[in-house]
């Protein structure tokens, strides 16, 4: 089975506020482009994933992700996460009807090709699947097969609220990558620990010559 990923963008000076603690106003815009860079990078490798949709208004993000071979969908519900999720799976099923529809987080700066093709073939097995995050708390990616409506419920305590909707839980081991999205300053050091891609690892090295951020390096050094 091959998968249409579904990624949601808000504008980047929108973008990772939580990380204000990390990186300053003018720095996390660029941060949160390179999150997204690196994460649709990886999809695009994915050997399960046939097509990637990025659901954003923002100009800058939609030329760099296109560049990288994203179909960039304009976010016209305007209406937060979830409301842009389910417009690009209907973009998507109104394409292609018959379409294994995923949404996937934009901030997953270490995510691997195989580790993203690993959850997506355990996913083909249900309706309804999703991934909770390395916290425990949320969700990083939520699936649905041909015949199955996505439903999307992602924000604070997403896990239980996916659950509670009739989605499987993915209890899968060495998918850390897929796990690891990056909010806070903590997430980011976590991300960093796994390998992050290089758009990330460049403008991690920028924050700390730019004195933004305490160490934020894999080594700590």
Known sequence: MHWTLVIPLKPLVQ???RLSDT???GVRPGLALAFAQDTVAAVVGCPRVGDVVVVTDDARAGRELAALGARIVPDQPGAG???ALAHGAAAVRARHPDAAVAALNADLPALRSAELAQVLAAAGEFPRAFLPDAAGVGTTLLSAAPDAPLLPAFGTASRARHAASGAVELALTG???VRQDVDTGEDLRAALALGVGPRTAA???RLLIA???GDVSPSGT
């Open 15 to 17: 973008a990772k506020s």
């Open 23 to 25: 990186a300053d106003d």
């Open 81 to 83: 996460l979830n409301a």
């Open 175 to 177: 998918v850390d990558s």
């Open 203 to 205: 403008a991690a090295g």
């Open 211 to 213: 004195g933004c951020a």
